[in-house]
């Protein structure tokens, strides 16, 4: 490889852009997953409660 390939490949920075858009989806997947399960034991309790008063 001569130097003006090495530098096109250091310069490239499309393979950056999709590593970035990967590490965001992952965050925002984790804190959906996170979110859904920190109010699902909650809403499951609430749901339970409900049905129970109704059921009376």
Known sequence: MNNKTFRNLW???QG???AEYA???A???V???GTIRLIGGS???V???VASS???
Request: aromatic share 4%.
């Open 16 to 18: 950056q852009d999709i």
């Open 23 to 25: 590490v965001m989806l």
């Open 27 to 29: 965050v925002i997947l």
């Open 31 to 33: 804190l959906v997953v």
């Open 47 to 49: 749901f339970s409660s």
């Open 11 to 13: 310069a490239d920075d």
């Open 54 to 56: 109704i059921g009376q």
């Open 43 to 45: 809403s499951n309790n």
